[in-house]
């Protein structure tokens, strides 16, 4: 037997001195986040954790044993105090009164609320069960990659029995059983019959450990994950390049930029049901597995911890591309793979579902892994995305682990079969289980996790949207980025003023969050930046559905006359530079194939012309009929739209401190040489304003409220059109 009482891969994170100042709740809440806060531990939103604690019953005042239970939906590394359940112990345990038996297990779920302590809105898990019938005062149950790799091996029981022998611990084994009141039942009775038995391996699962105090159990905790973590990582060494059948292929040198050529037809291909921002990995596990001889099969097996499933779906799409091929060879394997995915899919739940189950969900893939390559995740938002990866990272962890715990002999049964599923039920490849398909069904589509589903907020006005928003450091443009990203877009500002760019960005990342939103500098007369800028939105979201310029210039010179190359520079930015924008942009839009969006910013100068104006004014009509002939060009997937404002004052780089003082003095209107630029600019803000029939002066947000309208789905049926916003200007009347 190993003695081994220093952690080798682990740290212990806590801090006596935080924790003596904390009450059991708020200790629980502590060892929560600690163990959140490692991937290696529990993934995102995964696992849940628990205290029995003895308060005053808030009627009448006697104490009362309270389960602290993390609560639905929560997650480990983020939940405060008040995201934890709490439930009368006796009125719970009392529940097994009205247990009806495992194939009615799903109603019990509405009896936990009426165990509820105090007047907490949270709502308890389905967990709930499994940690109350546990007869320890403070409970873990997590998901680390180590130990499911364990409970994923078709020799899993013996392999665990051999753990217990060489590092001293009890731990005792359950089968295969879907979360739920019958399991809690399960761990009560298993954990009877083993005195001292200090963890329990769920079969395909996860592991649950304990311990009398909150600091104690977080120590067994994280013990036993790195002593199993020890002992996973002592076969992967013995098996070496072995694992996952060996290498098949190198990854590929190119895998980055082909990535970004991919990545936009993947999202468009995935999207058809419903719009998903999407991710790319590379990591070194990542290219191990899909550059594998065992990657398609096991790729094709699915996951098996229930927590990796039900966010990577009921496998992922493997495209098995070779060194030789080229982008557009490895879409056409995309293609074909993706139409016998969802001939599968939809297999899969004809065969499975119960008159009573939801609708079939999106039959594409989250998670597409492209040898050579890499890995493809996709969600909602950017941090779903990233999140899917994260979750079949590690799942590639949990086969790695598993195939690694193999011996070589195949094995006449399968520790995780049970009373849930039998022998035949489980698929086994390289000592790998996978959860049977009929049980995935059950966790896919279990109404208690469409309830969850059902539960999560709206969505807003333009989430799943990819915004590039290029001037977007000031002026409208910075308004623009800032109300798409309220109204739940994903932001790429882009600005030749890079420092403004960053600074609106980290403004729109107090709207949607600093994973929603990103910056980049852009020289919109330069085709290979404008490249470059819609490269970096790729990148950072997968792909683009909205490209919203507002970038322009207003020529001037001391003496007025505008010259040659003054001309040539107008023409250039507020034109030329436009066409390339769209025409870049137009590149993503036909590689995704899903509808798309641009909007241009005119000026009501385009119909009125004016002496000392004339380049700009030309310019800008230009710009709009620009976007008649791009909204006939892109047409049907694009539409292209343009807004038409009059002066806009505030917070323009159109209109530096020297520019509004000349015009000041121009309109004679009296001023304070010592004013704020602001004041200077209110004032001729304010001037402008009584030229219109509303008399109010023109706003950035005005202008980002009518590009998001026509940027938006309330436009849908709108193409190659200008909105004015010049505050009535009859000049610019239509004629």
């Known amino acids: 037997m190993k003695t081994l009482s220093a952690l080798c891969y682990l740290d212990d994170l806590w801090d006596e001195k935080i924790a003596s100042g904390l009450d059991e709740p708020e200790l629980l809440r ?13 993934n995102f939103g995964g696992g849940n954790t628990s205290s029995k604690i003895a308060q005053p019953d808030p009627l009448t005042g006697e104490p009362a044993e309270v389960l602290w239970v993390k609560g639905s939906g929560g997650d480990l590394g983020s939940i405060q105090r008040r995201g934890f359940a709490t439930l009368y112990m006796n ?17 019990m779920v509405e009896l936990y609320p009426l165990c509820t302590f105090g007047q907490n809105p949270v709502a308890a898990s389905i967990d709930t069960p499994l940690h109350g019938f546990l007869p320890f005062p403070h409970v873990d149950h997590l998901h680390p990659d180590w130990a ?7 020799n899993g029981k013996s392999k665990m029995d051999e753990f217990n ?22 761990l009560r009775r298993i954990v009877a019959e083993n005195p001292g038995c200090d963890g329990v391996v769920l079969g395909g699962h996860g592991l649950f450990t304990w311990g009398d105090t909150q600091r104690l159990c977080y120590l067994n905790t994280i013990t036993m994950i790195d002593h199993l973590g020890q002992f996973v ?11 996952f059948g060996g290498a098949v292929q190198e990854a590929r040198a190119d895998r980055k930029e082909l990535a970004l050529d991919l990545l936009p037809f993947v999202r468009g291909r995935v999207s058809q049901q419903k719009r998903l921002i999407g991710s790319f990995c590379d990591l070194p596990e990542v290219l191990k597995f899909v550059n594998s001889k065992d990657a398609a099969a096991l790729a094709h097996l699915g996951t098996s911890c229930p927590d990796h499933f039900i966010r990577t779906k009921i496998r992922p799409l493997f495209v098995p591309a070779e060194a030789a091929d080229d982008a557009a060879a490895i879409r056409t394997k995309i293609e074909a793979a993706l139409k016998t995915y969802g001939a599968e899919y939809t297999a899969y739940y004809k065969a499975h579902a119960e008159p009573d189950s939801p609708a079939m969900r999106d039959a594409n893939p989250t998670v597409v892994l492209v040898a050579g390559v890499g890995m493809f995740s996709f969600g909602r938002s950017r941090t779903e995305s990233r999140i899917v990866g994260e979750f079949y990272t590690n799942a590639i962890h949990v086969m790695e682990g598993a195939t690694a715990l193999g011996d070589g002999k195949a094995a006449a049964d399968v520790p995780q079969a049970g009373p849930a599923a039998p022998c035949e039920a489980f698929k086994v490849h390289a000592n790998y289980v996978a959860l049977p398909v009929s049980e995935a069904f059950r966790i896919e589509y279990w109404a208690l996790e469409e309830a969850k589903i059902r539960r999560q907020p709206a969505e807003k006005e333009l989430s799943r949207q990819i915004a590039l928003i290029v001037g977007g450091a000031s002026g409208i443009g910075r308004a623009v980025a800032l109300l798409a990203a309220e109204r739940g877009a994903h932001v790429m500002i882009a600005d030749r003023d890079l420092a403004g760019s960053e600074k609106t960005a980290k403004e729109a990342a107090a709207l949607a969050g600093k994973e929603a939103t990103g910056a980049t500098a852009v020289d919109i007369r330069n085709r290979d930046t404008v490249f470059s800028a819609i490269r970096a939105t790729v990148a950072q979201f997968g ?28 023409l250039d930015l507020n034109v030329t530079a436009n066409y390339l924008l769209a025409d870049e942009a137009a590149k993503i839009f036909a590689a995704q194939n899903i509808d798309a969006s641009i909007v241009l910013t005119s000026s009501a100068n385009a119909v009125v012309p004016k002496r000392g104006s004339e380049v700009y004014d030309v310019s800008k009509a230009a710009l709009s009929h620009l976007v008649r002939e791009l909204a006939v060009g892109l047409s049907p997937k694009v539409r292209v739209n343009g807004i038409s404002p009059a002066t806009v004052v505030k917070g323009s780089t159109m209109f530096p401190r020297d520019r509004v003082m000349s015009s000041l003095t121009k309109y004679n209107i009296a001023f304070d040489a ?11 803000a304010t001037f402008y304003a009584k030229r219109t029939l509303t008399h109010q002066p023109i706003d950035p947000n005005d202008c980002a409220q009518a590009i998001l309208f026509l940027a938006g789905p309330h436009a849908r049926c709108t193409s190659g059109h200008l909105i004015p916003v010049d505050g009535g200007l009859p000049e610019a009347f239509l004629r």
Not at 30 to 42: E, H, P, Q
Not at 233 to 243: D, F, L, S, T, Y
Not at 674 to 684: H, Y
């Open 30 to 42: 502590y060892r929560s986040n600690l163990l959140g806060a490692d991937l290696r531990i529990t």
């Open 91 to 107: 009125k719970l345990l009392a529940l097994e009164g009205k247990y009806q038996g495992v194939s009615l297990e799903d109603a």
């Open 148 to 154: 499911i790799a364990l409970a994923a091996a078709a």
């Open 165 to 186: 022998r060489e590092y001293g611990h009890s731990l005792v084994w359950l089968p295969w059983q879907r979360p739920g009141f019958e399991l809690g039942l399960m």
């Open 233 to 243: 990582q002592e076969h992967m060494e013995r098996k070496g390049a072995a694992i």
């Open 674 to 684: 010592a004013s704020t630029d602001d004041e200077l600019r209110n004032l001729l």
């Open 543 to 570: 792909g683009l559905d909205i490209l919203i310029n507002t970038a322009a210039i207003f020529p001037s010179s001391p003496d007025g006359v505008i010259g040659d190359a003054m001309w040539a520079t107008t």
